[in-house]
């Protein structure tokens, strides 16, 4: 869940270009005049930032009220939230100023290679980091305003409360030309809206399958592995006379033996979001006593000691999610033109572990590069589903791999599921004890490295020999 290694900064160090820079130098190419984004959920917002680069007019629907705050579409929106490292470069890319303008509007900032975070997972508290780390603490409610307003100020986004009913095509149905949408106040009539790209960011909920199959397009097949996770979060007054040496808390699981987890997470207004989750139907309960007697039940102490004298400032909010769930859009051989699909509408994540956005905020660039380089008739969508698949493999690995380390896990095992799960228990205890294995875990867990840095000839030397130095008498790491 946390993002753990130099903010802003690329495998080799370097700061990432803004993307808005290559406007001014001339390199943006205009594909058309009208451009459609279904929902205005952080994949549709940064989705929207990149259309408005190639496109005279941007229309974003959205089906909820934007001054809503946590919007209904969205109710792990209400839970802690973090931006993994490769997202927020990402992110930086459009937006350069952004991440200095929520510190300055109240986003708490972390440094991991200090005592800012505390981090327990499987059975040790994990190092810190080697390098100065950066990261902005905030609900997504207020990160989503931030961007929000961004793009309010760019004169090619228009904004409407719209619900999509379908997609409109051409006569052979082989492009999609817009879309029918039904106004959510009494007395108003449906009406169409053009465009020459339409881009669904809806969410897991997405239609957009159903739309497909509506013009004879087969369905894409889905993956997913069931974990069955349930959230309760809450409020609570950050202490302010004796207030603890860090700014951000995790308490992880050991799994397979141990199921819950808890987040403390310092977020704008002197406060701090708790949340307490709980695999394999182990749900956190939404009454007071329950609340603490599940943070009591933690693998550390840390969590309870400091909220059970806290004050709260809201009641508890429940979430539960059933599957990791992965619609394979890449391997259609049919698709119409005119048409992408982007995040939870293509790949829903375990929101444990913090991926969901950051994979949104790859994809916007992926499909910047995708336009800016140009597409002929029947390539754009087929270049985009697998740029995104190239995205998701790794974090998809990552997040079910984890999860698979519970028996009673649902779904495929992939090969050597075994061996897997021996050797990443060993890597996340070694995390407590050797700086090179803590640094690779905490590049990969933030997509700046790919999942075989973790297993790499001298990363696999040091997990075995910190696991049989562990494994001696009197050697045991906690």
Excluded at 388 to 395: F, M, R
Aim: charged share 20%; net charge positive; glycine share 8%.
């Amino acid at each position: 869940m946390f993002p753990p290694t130099s903010l802003f900064e690329n495998d080799a160090g370097a700061t990432a270009m803004p993307l808005a820079a290559t406007l001014s130098q001339g390199r943006i190419v205009q594909q058309g005049k009208n451009a459609i984004v279904i929902g205005a959920s952080m994949a549709g917002l940064l989705t929207a930032r990149v259309l408005a680069d190639f496109y005279e007019q941007v229309r974003i629907l959205e089906r909820d009220p934007l001054e809503s705050g946590t919007r209904q579409g969205v109710p792990q929106g209400r839970h802690v939230h973090v931006m993994l490292v490769g997202g927020a470069n990402a992110i930086q890319s459009l937006f350069p100023a952004l991440f200095d303008e929520l510190a300055q509007r109240g986003a708490v900032v972390a440094d991991f290679s200090t005592k800012d975070v505390f981090w327990f997972h499987h059975g040790v508290r994990k190092l810190p980091a080697t390098v100065p780390v950066k990261m902005y603490c905030m609900t997504r409610p207020f990160l989503e305003q931030q961007v929000r307003e961004r793009l309010m100020s760019l004169p090619n986004i228009i904004w409407h409360n719209r619900s999509v009913q379908r997609l409109l095509a051409d006569e052979k149905q082989t492009r999609i030309t817009g879309v029918s949408v039904e106004p959510l106040k009494a007395g108003k009539a449906a009406e169409t809206l053009e465009a020459d790209l339409v881009i669904d960011a809806s969410g897991r909920g997405s239609r957009a399958s159903q739309w497909l199959e509506e013009l004879g397009y087969a369905k894409p097949s889905e993956t997913s592995v069931g974990i069955h996770i349930g959230y309760a979060s809450r409020f609570f007054e950050r202490p302010k006379k004796i207030p603890p040496d860090w700014k951000i808390l995790g308490v992880y699981t050991q799994a397979p033996t141990t199921r819950k987890y808890g987040v403390i997470q310092s977020v704008e207004g002197n406060r701090w979001l708790v949340t307490l989750a709980g695999n394999l139907r182990d749900y956190p309960p939404a009454d007071e006593a329950g609340f603490l007697e599940f943070a009591r039940q933690l693998d550390h102490p840390e969590l309870y000691t400091w909220i059970h004298n806290a004050t709260p400032l809201s009641g508890i909010v429940t979430h539960r999610f059933p599957t990791h769930l992965w619609r394979r859009y890449e391997q259609l051989s049919r698709f119409p033109d005119g048409f992408l699909i982007v995040g939870d509408a293509v790949c829903s994540f375990n929101p444990i572990y913090g991926q969901g956005m950051s994979v949104s905020a790859l994809e916007a660039q992926a499909l910047h590069r995708c336009l800016g380089e140009g597409f002929t008739r029947n390539t754009l969508w087929r270049r985009f589903f697998q740029s995104a698949a190239d995205i998701i493999k790794s974090p998809w690995m990552l997040g079910t791999g984890a999860d698979f380390l519970y028996p009673q896990t649902e779904g495929t095992r992939p090969f050597a599921t075994n061996f897997l799960n021996w050797y990443t228990s060993r890597l996340y205890r070694a995390c407590g004890s050797d700086p090179l294995i803590a640094t690779r875990f905490y590049e990969v867990m933030n997509m700046l490295k790919g999942p075989t840095t973790i297993f790499g000839p001298r990363v696999f030397m040091h997990v075995l020999a910190t696991a049989k130095s562990q494994s001696q008498p009197g050697r045991a790491n906690n």
